[in-house]
């Protein structure tokens, strides 16, 4: 289906410009195939006339951003919709996300993946910023400043079980955020940690402050609180004894450190990447539903995981 500019734009001028920017939001959080709901239903949540709500849902027949169909008493089904027309209609061009500093070729792929997998809308622009902490991110996303976050699965699970106002959208699967865990020790002979430690642990990350507590475990430890870019650093300065940290770091740009593998769990929570958005946004549920290809945006980290693409961020 095509859709003209101008014909949005006049449509969206005429008094029923809120209800067709509504209906468009209604729509656009249904799948092809599935029952639009009744007017008598949106009724109850629009505030608009059930007149008004017939001429907006005719108009947007009328530009062919959906095709409906009725089937008597089984209601109206909705046959195709056009994601570009919808998206004018309801003013929506641009959507933000954020996701950590992309200081691995991990998270450097993730970034151009989802860069590239949004250049085909011709529309929609995407944005995104980066900030250090999950904590920090999740609460971005459900105070509305961002649409969506890039977290581990295990923040986002996390964060959900506490109450938090999230879900996720898109799991890139195991690996797709790092490849694995480790507890590093300055000591070199040093295989296990014991009580008295100095443990290292970044409390902006809600995956880091888990993993910590599952290595530590029983231990009686000093926790020290630190920035998890600043974990190699305060290691090897002898300011730690110890510290969980990313084996993607350790193969970039240390080689010679003591550390044993760490496993948090059978469920590779912790080395999934995945976005998440607030509850109270379903239209960008949408979007991203429609637009971000997994398996495109896992080809592109790995090519430039790979060195055979260049990071795009």
Request: aromatic letters at 8%.
């Amino acid at each position: 289906m095509t859709v003209q500019d101008h014909e949005i734009q006049s449509l969206m001028l005429k008094k029923m410009g809120k209800a067709i920017s509504f209906l468009a939001g209604e729509i656009l959080t249904i799948n092809a195939g599935s029952r639009i709901p009744t007017f008598s239903q949106l009724l109850e949540t629009s505030g608009f006339s059930r007149g008004t709500l017939q001429n907006a849902m005719q108009s947007l027949e009328d530009i062919q951003a959906i095709s409906l169909v009725k089937k008597g008493h089984m209601g109206t089904y909705l046959v195709e919709k056009n994601t570009d027309a919808l998206l004018r209609c309801l003013g929506i061009s641009y959507i933000s996300g954020i996701m950590p500093i992309p200081y691995t070729k991990k998270y450097e792929g993730l970034t151009t993946g989802l860069l590239n997998t949004f250049s085909n809308p011709d529309n929609l622009a995407v944005e995104i910023v980066y900030m250090r902490g999950s904590e920090k991110r999740i609460a971005s996303v459900e105070k509305g400043r961002y649409d969506f976050a890039i977290t581990s699965r295990l923040s986002a699970l996390v964060a959900i079980n506490r109450g938090s106002s999230i879900e996720i959208v898109c799991d890139f699967g195991p690996g797709s955020w790092l490849s694995s865990h480790a507890v590093f020790f300055h000591d070199k002979n040093t295989r296990e940690i014991q009580d008295g430690m100095r443990v290292g642990v970044d409390r902006s990350s809600i995956d880091h402050v888990e993993l910590t507590k599952k290595a530590v475990g029983d231990h009686q430890v000093q926790f020290v609180n630190l920035n998890y870019n600043q974990i190699m650093k305060m290691i090897d300065e002898n300011q730690i004894d110890v510290a969980v940290w990313n084996v993607d770091n350790l193969m970039e740009h240390q080689s010679d450190a003591n550390y044993v593998p760490f496993k948090y769990s059978e469920s590779s929570d912790d080395s999934s990447a995945v976005i998440l958005i607030s509850r109270a946004n379903p239209v960008i549920k949408s979007i991203l539903n429609e637009f971000v290809d997994v398996n495109f945006v896992l080809e592109q980290q790995q090519q430039v995981i790979e060195g055979r693409r260049y990071p795009n961020f």
